[in-house]
């Protein structure tokens, strides 16, 4: 999973420096859903989990979107969605990872080894070495990222972070005239993991954790609190949590509806941030040492996750039009 915290990284990366993130005006509207849509469903875990602190420790779980899953819904449907409302979700999500490993980082370190800590800050240092020096070579940086792994391995900090701290010092630089994917590290580096982490990584995490048996499953084993509280949180939360900050700063003028979406397609696409599968799963692994509470929490992702899905589709199949100005 560090490849796949590392090609998270390049993307924050690249949308933060070069993308649909660059600017303050870009980043509001979805700053503001994301933070949103990762407290409110927070919220809601909390709430429904009462008074049972070990079940509380996995508050996190529902507050994070699966941007993989989430796009390739907004795939399928091709035209029926503008393409704002995909960038619109685009960096949603990519804010949404960004709140999730600092939530990661934060909140589910182990105890700290300090000679390996102190081996981790010396690693970081070296990379920034590196890009401050205008290194461009993408196997120095691995050398000194697979070392960085190792020793947050070692020092009780998630090693998964490692992937992180690797991209936000990869270069984004290009040479001029040069075509852009050659002549950047960060665009040769992401466009080589993408493939692996889409087709290797993520399925090989997908069916080692996200198995869970069906068996003899009652409809009062999805009411139980903890897998209740993590559907609850994804379905309800996020939806409540991403429209409703969303609608509040878009009629106090803070932020404009995305262009050409009609607040139908917005809500849909509210809808979908649902989708939390394989950053709610990871989460889930993190908060929970006891195997039968993570089952519970791997299947209130799915139903959560799933039931986001299915809604979110649902409003966004009639085909697109470019609105009226009273539609708006």
Not at 91 to 119: E, R, S
Not at 186 to 192: K, N, Q
Request: charged fraction near 10%; proline fraction near 5%.
């Amino acid at each position: 999973m560090a490849l796949f915290f590392l090609l998270v990284g390049l993307e924050i990366k690249r949308e933060m420096l070069d993308g649909e993130l660059a600017t303050w005006s870009r980043r509001a509207l979805p700053c503001i859903a994301a933070a949103a849509g990762m407290a409110v469903p927070a919220l809601v875990y909390v709430a429904v989990q009462g008074q049972d602190s070990t079940a509380l420790h996995g508050w996190a779980i529902p507050a994070a979107t699966d941007i993989a899953f989430a796009l390739g819904v907004l795939a399928l449907l091709g035209s029926r969605v503008p393409a704002s409302l995909k960038i619109f979700l685009t960096a949603l999500a990519i804010i949404d990872d960004l709140g999730a490993v600092v939530i990661i980082a934060v909140f589910y370190t182990a105890n700290l080894t300090p000679w390996a800590l102190a081996a981790s800050c010396g690693a970081v240092a070296v990379l920034i070495l590196l890009n401050r020096t205008k290194t461009t070579s993408l196997v120095l940086y691995l050398i000194v990222g697979a070392a960085l792994w190792w020793f947050m391995l070692q020092s009780g900090v998630h090693a998964t972070l490692s992937g992180v701290a690797l991209a936000m010092t990869i270069p984004l630089r290009r040479t001029p005239g040069a075509v852009e994917d050659v002549a950047s590290p960060l665009h040769r580096l992401e466009h080589g993991l993408q493939p692996w982490v889409a087709f290797v990584v993520v399925p090989i995490f997908g069916f080692a954790n996200a198995g869970v048996s069906f068996a003899g499953t009652s409809f009062a084993a999805l009411l139980a609190p903890i897998p209740l509280g993590v559907a609850a949180g994804l379905f309800l939360g996020k939806q409540i949590g991403v429209f409703g900050a969303s609608w509040l700063a878009i009629r106090l003028n803070i932020a404009d509806l995305p262009a050409r979406a009609t607040w139908r397609q917005f809500y849909g696409v509210s809808v979908l941030c649902g989708l939390g599968f394989t950053m709610s799963l990871f989460i889930g692994l993190s908060a929970f040492s006891s195997p039968g509470q993570q089952e519970a929490a791997k299947l209130g992702v799915l139903v959560g996750s799933g039931l986001s899905a299915l809604v979110g589709a649902a409003f966004l199949m009639r085909r697109y039009r470019a609105p009226r100005q009273e539609d708006r």
